[in-house]
């Protein structure tokens, strides 16, 4: 095991606190990130409790982001219109915010309504089309819905 | 459970020796009792074969003081 200690710096900016800690090394190496050009790393924030003192006490777990758990969402497969044989959503991951405002990440299946509404609107789209094409193959000369209404004057 | 994803970066300082940094959410700052910045223990404990598990924790106040004296 090995322990080292850092200190988190704070810069105050009009936006909001900025905190950062360096990372040695050896951690880097741990992360298995030394090599590259950085990279992603999740942070979890994890309550454990302390046998000695009695008491839950939060701490934060490192991990590449990579070995994680990678969060998705369910796309329209564009693939469906060549093939109708192949699932109609299929996974799609969700990049990673790591700009902009301080938010918590998902792991795994992630629900965004507005994502779920542009996705169902293509699907229902492709069954719309789907249809079209089904009538004009079984009503290749025109279809009728009942007859003409007759005219009252 | 709660996750964030940040960028750590990595630069070589003009004596050539590799610097990481990696900012920190003001929630996990929070989460730790450091939202006004101190120090922290970075503990790297084995997991599995290859793998590790790399932990941040806020430093005792008794350890922390005497970092600072010295």
Redesign the interface.
């Known amino acids: 095991m090995l322990r080292f200690t850092r200190t988190i710096s704070v810069k105050h900016h009009p936006s909001g606190d900025h905190y950062v800690l360096s990372i040695p090394r050896p951690v880097a190496e741990a992360l298995n990130l030394h090599e590259e050009e950085g990279g992603l790393v999740s942070i979890e924030i994890v309550n454990k409790f302390d046998t000695h003192k009695k008491e839950v006490r939060a701490q934060a777990v490192l991990k590449a982001y990579r070995d994680g758990p990678i969060p998705w969402r369910e796309a329209f497969n564009l693939a469906v219109w060549k093939d109708p044989s192949v699932d109609t959503f299929r996974p799609v991951v969700v990049p990673p915010n790591t700009l902009g405002p301080s938010r918590p990440t998902a792991c795994g299946k992630v629900v965004d309504i507005h994502a779920s509404l542009r996705e169902s609107r293509l699907a229902l789209q492709y069954l719309q089309a789907m249809r079209k094409l089904l009538k004009r193959k079984m009503f290749p000369h025109g279809y009728k819905r009942g007859p003409k209404p007759k005219r009252r004057w | ?10 630069r070589v300082t003009p004596h050539g020796r ?12 929070e ?16 997991v599995k074969k290859s793998m ?6 806020p ?1 005792p106040v008794e ?1 922390s003081q005497s ?1 600072k004296e010295v």
């Open positions: 459970m709660v996750r964030f994803v940040r960028t750590l970066q990595h590799d610097f990481y940094a990696l900012s920190i959410p003001p929630q996990v700052a989460a730790l009792n450091l939202k006004a910045g101190g120090s922290v223990d970075i503990i790297v404990s084995p590790f598990e790399v932990t941040l924790k430093t350890l970092l």
